[in-house]
């Protein structure tokens, strides 16, 4: 009996696993440049995703569940925004700034009041949540993917003519929440333009930046080997 059991369990997982392992894209090139890699501290890593994004590594079935749960964040947010009476609008919309070829496609509005503030949903470590309660704090993080998160923000927030954005951090382990705001920052969103720019100049000569200094996290997670 044990052994039935054990093979119809082994069935469904392997079932499940099938279906994950199906709808893992083929790695290919970006005809764009994406918002939510914007932030990313290697440019190098990001030309390469426009010009030789089919060399990538394609991502394993346990990163694929990974990135799943993004979409349960997501929900648990919209459940307890429309639950507390705040709008929610435009989820998962494209925006564009067609003249540098950026894109990317935003969590949510939130309409308060008079005002349109884009808002980001991350599901984040224990350990992370703890240390996020200011924008600052996002660019100290010592993991490089949470210091670009701003300029994912930043830059909904600047297509959007929008002063300030909301991070909704939601703890993976507890499912407790903090309201993280910022302020629309002209500086910091020059620099990311002038970050998409260089990065477009690399694209239409077919030529590379150097490569960063090698770094454990950012290198050695590198899809592209």
Known sequence: MNNILQNIAKDISNKINQAIIKNIREPQSSRSNWISQIGHPCMRYLVYKRLDGEKAQKITIEKAKLFEGGEIYEAL???????ANLPITKEQKYFSDKTINLIGKIDFMLKYNDLQIPLEVKGISDLDFALLNTEEDFYKSPKYYIRGYPAQLQLYMHLNDA??????IISKKTLQDKIIPIEYNKEYVQSLYDKVMLINDFVKNKTYPDAIEYDQFICGECEFK
Do not use: V
Not at 163 to 168: D, H, L, R
């Open 77 to 83: 947010a919209k459940k307890r925004f429309l639950a």
């Open 163 to 168: 002063k300030i954005g909301i991070f909704y």
